[in-house]
């Protein structure tokens, strides 16, 4: 305080108690922030008592970023305190948006390893408007249906607009950069179309009259779904039939109906061609016969021309580019994206094409398995085969195998299972965990303990003399199909490791009839279990007969 009993302060009285640097009190007021009260005769500024508080004031708005002409409004009285924090509130959130934009780029150019030269692109897409996204969209969708008379598949596509939240996490900013790019690309725009295209084939006219499906007891009506038409909501997790009238979400349904089904066929190792993939089949096309409806004469009831109809299509919907732009626009929007299907989706179009109508039992092949023979059978291939997998080195392990592509480990692992999955039939526990590593750090010491547990399995569970499943297969049936399998995949070893192929000799050609007799009649298709048959060279052991009966070439 001045000596001279005024009360008031020098400037530098006053930065030394405030803290606040002579300097910046200088501009504040040179910018009516904080007048002076009066001047020393040599012209120097004073200020009164109440300029601490005031110094508070404009320190503390200037702390949350309010520009000076801002608090000077608020000091003199021009503006309230309440208006101006709106004001700068608003301002803020803007800036904050454009700086996580501005990280969300950084990060995705890290993370995506862009060149240089990308950067300006980058940029452009990040600072895009909403209205301008959609455009792209829109644009890209309008230009690849050109043409296609497919309204509801139009509607969809342009009823998922790409809105990205104002603080888009690095992920979905990576996201959008990816969508953008991919909607350039003449691939896409080309698989859209097809799908269009399918969609306009297969609904009726405008005000053609629609012939209703017949619907099983108490199975509630769905509506028509577009046909082909992807969606990027997310099916019902809990399996339930849609209300009544849900047209998307009855076709969601299904597809997550043939999502979980094939998956769970998958994991527990059931091969599409298999009699025991036709229930699962049946199940699919009865849940997915209501949602077709509203399509050009659509299929009734089950049968060669409904099964026709679901792999056109599952195929036709096959599309990875037209998946991948679900999902990157899902993560673009923060939705749930649909869950991938292409394992489910490729074992459902196999079993499909293995199963071209329902599926009449031929039980001849159930006849003559005596459980006596079978299990002899059983003992002199495990045996040939065990000392096959004993002379399996370490570095024999990545070895290609004739068998579908599989290195030997993998080969091996599959034999195990075999003999595992026979076991848990037999104690009524059926395993589902096809897609585990069974054969651990000993390959040896698994394949001779999954025998054992075979055997003993078999003969103590009364196996041999019960039956199995719908189709009442008998025990010694399914123990003679894991005969043929560790006899065939014995040879598919013995080729891989360059070992003699002729194995168990006394039981080999009986195999051999017994494969003809199961899968004599199982088709040859694309996906199936076996290849087609090849021929054989004159004077070739039974082994290598039951490796041309089942697709490999003994040549």
């Not at 009506?221 to 969606?231: C, N, V």
């Amino acid at each position: 305080m001045n000596e001279d009993g005024t009360g008031l302060l020098t400037i530098g009285e006053l930065a030394k108690l405030t803290g606040i640097p002579v300097k910046t009190i200088r501009n504040w007021s040179d910018r009516h922030l904080l007048p002076p009260a009066a001047r020393t005769p040599a012209g120097y500024r004073l200020y009164g008592p109440d300029a601490p508080a005031r110094l508070e004031i404009v320190r503390s708005l200037r702390e949350l970023g309010i520009g000076l002409a801002a608090i000077r409004a608020v000091l003199h009285r021009e503006r309230t305190v309440a208006e101006t924090a709106v004001q700068w509130a608003d301002a803020l959130d803007a800036q904050i948006r454009t700086l996580r934009l501005q990280s969300a780029v950084l990060r995705s150019v890290a993370a995506r390893g862009s060149a240089a030269e990308e950067l300006p692109y980058m940029t452009e897409l990040a600072r895009l408007s909403a209205r301008e996204r959609r455009r792209i969209i829109t644009d890209f969708v309008e230009d690849a249906l050109d043409g296609v008379d497919a309204p509801a598949y139009r509607s969809g596509l342009l009823a998922a607009p790409p809105d990205l939240p104002d603080d888009p996490t690095p992920e979905q900013m990576d996201a959008w950069i990816e969508l953008a790019a991919l909607v350039r690309e003449p691939e896409l725009r080309a698989a859209l179309r097809r799908l269009a295209e399918y969609s306009a084939r297969m609904t009726p006219p405008a005000g053609e009259p629609q012939t209703p499906g017949k619907r099983a007891p108490g199975e509630r009506a769905a509506g028509k779904r577009t046909p082909g038409k992807q969606s990027p909501g997310q099916p019902d997790p809990a399996g339930e039939p849609p209300a009544a009238g849900s047209q998307e979400q009855a076709a969601l349904h299904v597809a997550e109906l043939m999502r979980v089904r094939g998956e769970e066929a998958v994991a527990a190792g059931l091969a599409p061609d298999s009699p025991a993939a036709e229930p699962v089949i049946a199940e699919l096309v009865a849940a997915w016969l209501p949602t077709q409806t509203g399509t050009v004469d659509p299929p009734t009831e089950d049968g060669p021309v409904a099964r026709a109809r679901l792999l056109e299509q599952l195929e036709t919907a096959a599309e990875p580019l037209v998946e991948r732009y679900w999902q990157l626009l899902c993560t673009v929007t923060g939705r749930p994206a649909p869950p991938r299907w292409g394992t489910a989706g490729t074992w459902t179009m196999a079993a499909l094409r293995a199963h071209p109508g329902p599926y009449e039992l031929d039980r001849s092949a159930f006849d003559g398995t005596d459980p006596d023979r079978v299990m002899r059978a059983y003992a002199e291939v495990t045996r040939d085969v065990a000392a096959l997998v004993a002379a399996v080195r370490t570095e024999n392990l990545a070895l290609p195998t004739p068998c579908a592509g599989w290195t030997v480990r993998q080969l091996l692992d599959h034999m195990v299972w075999e003999n595992l999955m026979a076991t848990s039939i037999a104690e009524g526990t059926p395993r589902t965990d096809h897609t585990a590593d069974h054969l651990g750090d000993d390959h040896r010491a698994a394949f001779a303990d999954s025998v054992d547990a075979a055997r003993t399995a078999f003969t103590g569970s009364g196996m041999l003399h019960r039956t199995y499943g719908p189709y009442e297969a008998p025990g010694a049936m399914i123990v003679q199909q894991v005969v043929v399998e560790l006899l065939a995949h014995g040879w598919d070893l013995a080729r891989a490791i360059g070992a003699p192929t002729g194995l168990a000799p006394e039981t080999a050609a009986e195999t051999l009839a017994a494969a003809r007799r199961i899968y004599g009649a199982a088709p040859r298709t694309e996906g199936s279990s076996f290849a087609p048959e090849r021929p054989a060279p004159p004077g070739a052991s039974a082994t290598d007969r039951l490796a041309a009966f089942l697709g490999r070439d003994p040549a």
